[in-house]
Each structure stands twice: as structure tokens, then as C-alpha cells.
């Protein structure tokens, strides 16, 4: 159990939304309770299909969304795909460390261009790909289901690295947001919220349902005295 009272965020992904009306899903997404938007970045390539690019970024930048965007780069190689997100208002940038040639020069890049840096881990990677730079993460992304599609079911045996992640960045004494993507919704993130989460990437678990407004507000109850 947590001895301090974090700071929950929720972040939808786009991944679940109507694309033909985008903006507006995203506006009503935020207005509901939402805190992020958050971006989920496919190639066709690192991953088995392809999503979204830097555009729908600045378009969403454009039709007045001025909340945080965080983007998830499931993309080989990262480095150009960072330079265009951040010129495109990202906020959040975070790529797979096993995608970059260069882990600690691809970090650098994200902070120079003004975003917030941060890595990856898909579902079997282990936490010693990252305690080297573990200072420079403003967000540590736990892969809870394979990357590639939405929908997918949460694989157990991340609660035990969502603790164990938590306790490496105690450890580090930094304030480095742990997210969980993948399968999230109401049956675990309190439970995801007790291991150490503090930023929950919700899909389908939001976008499918009938009223944002009633589904967000579950998540925060599901939350509430943590």
C-alpha cells in the first residue's frame, strides 16, 4: 500500500476513439475528467499495424486541445519520429529502448526539443534495461498487454513489475510517472493503483462505453482514499 497520496491520472487512448469525429471525442474525453490524451504510435514495422503519425498531433494542437498529449512511439527507429511529435505539441514522449541505437541519446533528444522523456517495457522486458537512466525519465510506461493492437486482455503477472518498478524508482528517489497500457479498466486499476501505479492508459475500457462522464468517475471512485 502507498504511505502518500499520488497523483492519479487517467489517460484515454485514441487508439478506442471514433477517428471521424476526433476532435470532438477528445474534447468530451477531457471534459468528462480526463487528464491525459494519450497517443499509441504504430509503424507496421516495430509492431504488427499501422496507427497515427505526427499530424493528427498538430491537428488536435489546432482544434484547441490543450492538454497534456502523451505518445507512445511503438516505431524503429525512433529518433525522426521524436524531432516531428514534439514540433507537432507532444508532451509525453516515450519509445521502446530495444527501437533507439542509442537509449541515452534518444532521451536527450526528447528533452532538448521541450517534451518529457520516458521508456517502454513491453511485457517480458525486465526493469535493468532502464536503471541506468532511470534519472532521466519523466515517465516509466509498463506494457501490460504485447503492443500492436487495443482490446487486448491485462496480463497478470505485471502487478509484480508494477511493484517492482515502483520500488526502483523510490529507490532512485525520483518523480518519474508510472503508467500501465494494456487491458486497464475498472476490475484492476485499483489494484494497479495499491502496486504503485499512478498514470492508468484506458481504451476501449472509456471509449466504449455509453457516457464518459459516468465511466471516468468510476475510475476516480475505484481510486478514491489510495
Do not use: W
Not at 54 to 68: E, N, Q, S, W, Y
Not at 75 to 92: K, S
Not at 199 to 223: H, K, M
Amino acid at each position: 500500500m502507498n504511505n502518500f497520496k499520488r497523483d492519479y491520472k487517467i489517460a484515454p487512448s485514441i487508439l478506442s476513439a471514433d477517428f471521424a469525429r476526433l476532435g470532438e471525442e477528445v474534447n468530451a474525453i477531457l471534459a468528462a475528467g480526463a487528464d491525459i490524451v494519450h497517443f499509441d504510435v504504430m509503424d507496421n514495422h516495430y509492431v504488427p499495424n499501422l496507427t497515427i503519425g505526427p499530424m493528427v498531433c498538430k491537428a488536435l494542437r489546432k482544434f484547441g486541445i490543450t492538454a497534456p498529449i502523451d505518445v507512445h512511439l511503438m516505431v524503429e527507429p525512433v529518433d525522426d519520429m521524436i524531432v516531428q511529435f514534439a514540433e507537432a505539441g507532444a508532451t509525453y514522449i516515450t519509445f521502446h529502448p530495444e527501437a533507439s541505437r542509442h537509449v541515452d541519446r534518444s532521451l536527450q533528444l526528447i528533452r532538448d526539443h521541450g517534451c518529457k522523456p520516458g521508456l517502454v517495457l513491453n511485457p517480458a522486458a525486465t526493469l535493468d534495461s532502464i536503471k541506468y537512466v532511470v534519472d532521466q525519465l519523466d515517465m516509466l510506461l509498463l506494457m501490460s498487454v504485447n503492443p500492436g493492437f487495443g482490446g487486448q486482455k491485462f496480463i497478470p503477472y505485471i502487478m509484480d513489475k508494477v511493484r517492482d518498478a515502483r520500488a526502483l524508482l523510490d529507490a532512485h528517489g525520483v518523480a518519474t510517472r508510472l503508467e500501465v497500457d494494456g487491458g486497464v479498466g475498472l476490475g484492476n486499476v485499483r489494484a494497479l493503483a495499491e502496486a504503485g501505479a499512478d498514470t492508468f492508459v484506458a481504451g476501449s475500457a472509456i471509449f466504449n462505453t455509453d457516457d464518459y462522464v459516468q465511466t471516468i468517475a468510476a475510475f476516480r471512485e475505484q481510486l478514491e482514499g489510495l
